[in-house]
């Protein structure tokens, strides 16, 4: 399901934009080269919802064998992009253990190939529910403590 754009949202999140822009200028803060970024990727976006007939073209001219292979490619392709797009996020990061008292450098593989933390938790942002957040552990006592330390409230179900 995509979104439609009113002309009035539009010109509504072009000055809330603008207003922020000039605010981190006047402030000198460095987040301003990440706003200039965000604006090229919704330039980028605004582009392709434009073009999004000639994306969609194959879908109702191809028989449907092809269409299918078609999309099958594309969903590859996508999963790759996807794949790429974490490596490079999580180029250089350093990953500790989230225990309470213990900041362990988890970084890596172990020696059998396997990676160095044995507990993973995700959760989403409050804030923007479409980020993820992970918290990882080097041992259940990690684990275990970090779940005692916020009283159980991770949002999990008890399980």
């Given at each position: 399901?995509?979104?439609?754009?009113?002309?009035?949202?539009?010109?509504?999140?072009?000055?809330?934009?603008?207003?922020?822009?000039?605010?981190?200028?006047?402030?000198?803060?460095?987040?301003?080269?990440?706003?200039?970024?965000?604006?090229?990727?919704?330039?980028?976006?605004?582009?392709?919802?434009?073009?999004?007939?000639?994306?969609?073209?194959?879908?109702?001219?191809?028989?449907?064998?092809?269409?299918?292979?078609?999309?099958?490619?594309?969903?590859?392709?996508?999963?790759?992009?996807?794949?790429?797009?974490?490596?490079?996020?999580?180029?250089?990061?350093?990953?500790?253990?989230?225990?309470?008292?213990?900041?362990?450098?988890?970084?890596?593989?172990?020696?059998?190939?396997?990676?160095?933390?044995?507990?993973?938790?995700?959760?989403?942002?409050?804030?923007?529910?479409?980020?993820?957040?992970c918290l990882y552990f080097?041992?259940?006592?990690?684990?275990?403590?970090?779940?005692?330390?916020?009283?159980?409230?991770?949002?999990?179900?008890?399980?």
């Amino acid at each position: 399901m995509t979104m439609v754009w009113t002309e009035e949202m539009k010109k509504k999140m072009v000055e809330t934009r603008r207003a922020n822009k000039e605010k981190k200028k006047a402030n000198g803060h460095a987040e301003y080269v990440s706003e200039v970024r965000r604006d090229a990727v919704m330039a980028r976006w605004e582009s392709v919802q434009q073009e999004q007939d000639n994306w969609l073209k194959p879908f109702y001219e191809l028989p449907i064998d092809r269409a299918m292979r078609y999309l099958e490619d594309l969903r590859i392709i996508a999963s790759k992009a996807g794949a790429i797009m974490n490596s490079r996020i999580n180029e250089g990061k350093e990953v500790r253990c989230s225990g309470p008292h213990c900041a362990k450098n988890l970084t890596g593989l172990s020696p059998n190939g396997l990676p160095k933390w044995i507990k993973k938790m995700d959760f989403h942002d409050k804030d923007h529910p479409e980020i993820w957040h992970c918290l990882y552990f080097c041992s259940e006592l990690c684990a275990n403590g970090y779940t005692r330390l916020h009283m159980g409230a991770l949002g999990g179900d008890g399980k």
